[in-house]
Nanobody, 122 residues
Framework: VQLQASGGGLVQAGGSLRLSCAASGDIISRYVMGWFRQAPGKEREIVAAINWSGGSTGYADSVKARFTISRDDAKNTLYLEMNSLKPEDTAVYYC????????????????WGQGTQVTVSS
């Protein structure tokens, strides 16, 4: 499966953004889908994941109640709705596909999008 992330940008603290991850070559309902992020000088970390059916979601503690992961199978697209953004959310965000739910580890995701930059100003 090929993944194309988009929707990043510059936003003020407290603002919102919605990231999209368009998939091609396979259907995303065959995979666990996740969003990761990587800030400068830091390791890539899990943000959120959604299981094959879309019925279960998991979040990093730092984004719970602010971010929402969802999936539109008809459009074969993954989303990340981000609200109440903070400067510490600044990072490159990546979408990924794997087969282990709920894994926080990059090694469990086999396909990666190219990343989209999110910058939150204070």
């Amino acid at each position: 499966v090929q993944l194309q992330a988009s929707g990043g940008g510059l936003v003020q603290a407290g603002g919102s953004l919605r990231l999209s991850c368009a998939a091609s070559g396979d259907i995303i309902s065959r995979y666990v889908m996740g969003w990761f992020r990587q800030a400068p000088g830091k390791e890539r970390e899990i943000v959120a994941a959604i299981n094959w059916s879309g019925g279960s979601t998991g979040y990093a503690d730092s984004v719970k109640a602010r971010f929402t992961i969802s999936r539109d199978d008809a459009k074969n697209t993954l989303y990340l709705e981000m609200n109440s953004l903070k400067p510490e959310d600044t990072a490159v965000y990546y979408c990924a596909a794997g087969n282990t739910y709920y894994s926080r580890y990059t090694r469990d995701y086999y396909y990666w999008g190219q990343g989209t930059q999110v910058t939150v100003s204070s």
